[in-house]
């Protein structure tokens, strides 16, 4: 079995929750070639044929990012650094693409057969905070994959993080129960 885990972000949560991920599907599939692929590297060669494939990103404005949610989040969270004169430290490639670009611009089209997919997010615990899991559902079953799973999210604490105690657990836990057909 393969699987890819592609994510977006910004400051290193949901790099963590797919790390997580990738620790529960490696479990429950031992003899698993498991990946973990930043959205920016997640080019259709890199990718390849997969038996699973995991998106994920964070969420902003209630849904998926876009490039002016993500220039504003790193700019926000840069002020606040300053103000709390503290190191300003974003996820590398976090001003590039995000997972929505990715769907309009790289993912091909699933080809015949079994496409097995998951979405994800990470988000804040709050009233109307949203989430962009439900976004990339949609865009994975638009371009050919079948969901082996609801859609999850993963919380955060606050805009830059830290996850919430139990989260990653929680995310590898969820990797270990998806079940490729």
Known sequence: MRAVIVYESLFGNTREIADAIREGVKEAHPDAEVECVAVADALPERIGPTDLLVVGGPTHMRG???????????????????????????????????????????????????????????????????????????RLRGHGYELVAEPEGFIIEDTEGPLREGERDRARAWGAALQVA
Not at 109 to 138: N, S, V
């Open 64 to 138: 998926m990012t876009t490039g002016m949610s993500r220039k504003m989040g790193l700019k926000s969270e840069e002020k606040d650094a300053e103000k709390e004169e503290r190191a300003f430290v974003p996820e590398e490639g976090a001003e590039g693409p995000g997972v929505r670009d990715w769907f309009h611009d790289t993912l091909p089209k699933a080809h015949t057969g079994t496409h097995a997919a998951a979405a994800f997010d990470t988000r804040a615990d709050m009233r109307l905070a949203g989430a962009a899991a439900g976004g990339i559902a949609r």
